[in-house]
């Protein structure tokens, strides 16, 4: 995939009870559907229907994977590798992750950067958990007067951890978009 990645860390495995309720807001904002497995969605995400404005003359349509992972639904590997090397998040969030849900853009315009976004800040609604962004030189001071914002690492990679609120607050604000 070539866009933007957001990751939605949590504290324990999902109930299949929200699973459901998770494809079911992917399927209501979904022009194509694609269940993998259960947790794991290939889409095409209708941009309007999440509140994005102003596209331009792209299509709205725009395509993505949402996948479920850690230990018991799958890709326990590469939840375990994307974890591997960064920090201990437990003092930063509240708790060290054991599942996430990672929200992958198949493009990579502005209208990408915005639909992960608000994609990432509408399954947050259903699943909990707080999201993780790395960011740009020069985006810490942007960010750190939002609304949502957790906590911010200043390594090689600045990353913030926020709230769904954060996410629709970063994605309003001239010139937005994600690092990857």
Same mark, same amino acid.
């Given at each position: 995939m070539a866009g933007p990645v957001l990751? *939605?860390?949590?504290? %324990?495995?999902?109930? &299949?009870?929200?699973?459901?309720? !998770?494809?079911?807001?992917?399927?209501?904002?979904?022009?194509?559907?694609?269940?993998?497995r259960?947790?794991?969605?290939?889409?095409?995400?209708?941009?309007d229907r999440l509140g994005v404005m102003n596209s331009g003359d792209v299509d709205k349509r725009r395509p993505f994977l949402v996948s479920v992972m850690g230990p018991g639904i799958g890709?326990?590997? *590469?939840?375990?590798? %994307?974890?591997?090397? &960064?920090?201990?998040?437990?003092? !930063?969030?509240?708790?060290?992750?054991?599942?996430?849900v990672d929200v992958i853009a198949g493009c990579n315009s502005q209208i990408d950067h915005i639909t992960t976004a608000l994609l990432t800040a509408s399954i947050m609604d259903v699943v909990g958990g707080v999201a993780s962004a790395e960011l740009w030189d020069g985006q810490m001071t942007?960010?750190?007067?939002?609304?949502?914002?957790?906590?911010?690492?200043?390594?090689?990679?600045?990353?913030v951890f926020a709230t769904a609120e954060f996410l629709r607050a970063w994605a309003a604000q001239p010139g937005f978009r994600l690092l990857k």
């Amino acid at each position: 995939m070539a866009g933007p990645v957001l990751v *939605i860390e949590l504290p %324990e495995a999902l109930p &299949g009870a929200v699973v459901k309720q !998770l494809r079911d807001l992917l399927v209501g904002t979904s022009a194509w559907f694609e269940e993998k497995r259960p947790g794991e969605y290939d889409i095409n995400v209708i941009a309007d229907r999440l509140g994005v404005m102003n596209s331009g003359d792209v299509d709205k349509r725009r395509p993505f994977l949402v996948s479920v992972m850690g230990p018991g639904i799958g890709d326990a590997e *590469i939840f375990e590798g %994307e974890h591997a090397d &960064g920090p201990d998040l437990a003092p !930063l969030i509240g708790f060290r992750p054991t599942h996430a849900v990672d929200v992958i853009a198949g493009c990579n315009s502005q209208i990408d950067h915005i639909t992960t976004a608000l994609l990432t800040a509408s399954i947050m609604d259903v699943v909990g958990g707080v999201a993780s962004a790395e960011l740009w030189d020069g985006q810490m001071t942007v960010v750190a007067g939002l609304p949502g914002v957790l906590a911010m690492t200043d390594e090689s990679w600045p990353t913030v951890f926020a709230t769904a609120e954060f996410l629709r607050a970063w994605a309003a604000q001239p010139g937005f978009r994600l690092l990857k």
